[in-house]
């Protein structure tokens, strides 16, 4: 959305009621999938969930930063090519973090394995 | 839009018309101003910088041993990576008691909240209602102060530590953390607590100075004169990646 003209004169027109049913609604959704996460983490503490736990939880993010992205920083209502500028190189970052924690894991078994 | 009346000569024949084509300039591919567009490239860099210290986080912890028994029986220890409930458990006034991850879930709801308040003032923006604007962007800057002051609290008690400390190879019992030692585990645990929820600190505390700025500009009819309140909407695009990137670092410091 482009910003509306400058105008020389100061606004003197009527002040519209506020319309805001739908930021309270989002905001009822990151509550909810906030505490959702919070009994995620302290239901699944035991060693042999935390691959399905941990999957849960970054889903469980990502849905909440597409509310926040989406409907906040308005970004579902901006043209295609402004969403996919800012969307493409998000991308890559996932690229980096999955390639470097996997390296991560590498590193810390040959490290530990050094001398076996 | 509302650009009906340039003063623009009759074109004699169709050579000298503008020219309007895609790549002839003078239009807005991304239907978005100036401003509000370089504010979302700077808020992509930013995701870099954050991805950067965020991916570091998992590489490091990902390299460092997991500890492996009953959940119950964790205790600190240098040979593994702590599991945060057990490092994130007091609330302020509560003395010894054991609320794990609550004080960080009240962080968290009130930089949701926040947002939710910064979305309104945007609104109000949008109607052109000066009172509205200011009321909701004073309460954006109440709630982005207080989780400040949470930081602050937080790192004062991690720094200061838990009661029982942490038994540290030389034999002596070590309490809390700073960066070159900590009683929680691996030396990088402390040192990346720090840089991570500093650096998101740091930004928050820009948010605030800039908050306050804008109200005090809205107040000084700054905007009502320029016709419009653009300047809250980019200033609110900055405030809710900052409640983004907290998104994240909740996820990946304080949960997993």
């Known amino acids: 959305m482009s910003a509306p003209a400058a105008t020389d004169n100061a606004f003197t027109g009527e002040i519209a009621k506020p319309n805001t049913a739908g930021i309270w609604k989002i905001f009822f959704v990151l509550v909810a999938i906030t505490a959702v996460e919070f009994a995620v983490t302290f239901a699944m503490e035991a060693q042999s969930v935390r691959t399905l736990r941990n999957s849960i939880l970054i889903g469980l993010t990502i849905l909440k930063a597409f509310f926040i992205v989406g409907e906040f920083m308005h970004l579902k209502h901006e043209t295609k090519g402004l969403i996919w500028t800012i969307l493409v190189p998000s991308v890559l970052l996932v690229w980096l973090l999955v390639a470097l924690v996997t390296e991560g894991s590498f590193i810390g078994e040959t490290l530990s394995n050094m001398f076996s | 839009m509302a650009q009906t009346t340039t003063l623009q000569p009759t074109a004699a024949s169709t050579l000298d018309a503008p020219r309007t084509g895609n790549w002839d300039g003078g239009n807005e591919p991304f239907k978005a101003s100036y401003g509000k567009l370089m504010m979302w490239f700077f808020l992509l860099s930013d995701a870099f910088t954050f991805g950067a210290f965020l991916t570091t986080y998992g590489m490091i912890r990902h390299k460092h041993e997991v500890f492996t028994g009953e959940a119950s029986a964790f205790h600190f220890s240098t040979k593994w990576w702590p599991i945060p409930d057990h490092v994130f458990n007091a609330f302020p006034g509560m003395g010894h008691a054991n609320v794990p991850l609550g004080f960080v879930a009240l962080m968290t709801m009130i930089l949701i909240f926040s947002s939710v308040t910064m979305v309104l003032a945007v609104e109000a923006g949008h109607r052109m209602d000066k009172k509205d604007v200011q009321k909701w962007l004073l309460w954006t800057i109440l709630f982005g102060t207080i989780f400040l002051l949470s930081q602050a609290w937080e790192w004062g008690h991690f720094i200061r530590g838990h009661e029982e400390g942490t038994l540290m190879a030389d034999g002596t019992v070590f309490h809390g953390a700073n960066l070159s030692m900590n009683q929680y585990g ?44 653009e300047m809250v909407e980019k200033i609110g695009l900055y405030w809710h990646f900052v409640d983004l990137v907290w998104v994240f670092v909740f996820t990946f410091f304080y949960l997993v």
């Open chain 2, 186 to 229: 691996p030396v990088l645990f402390a040192d990346l607590f720090f840089f991570i929820t500093g650096f998101h600190g740091t930004h928050v505390l820009s948010g605030v100075c800039l908050l306050v700025w804008c109200f005090i500009a809205t107040t000084n009819g700054t905007f009502e004169k320029r016709g419009h309140y």
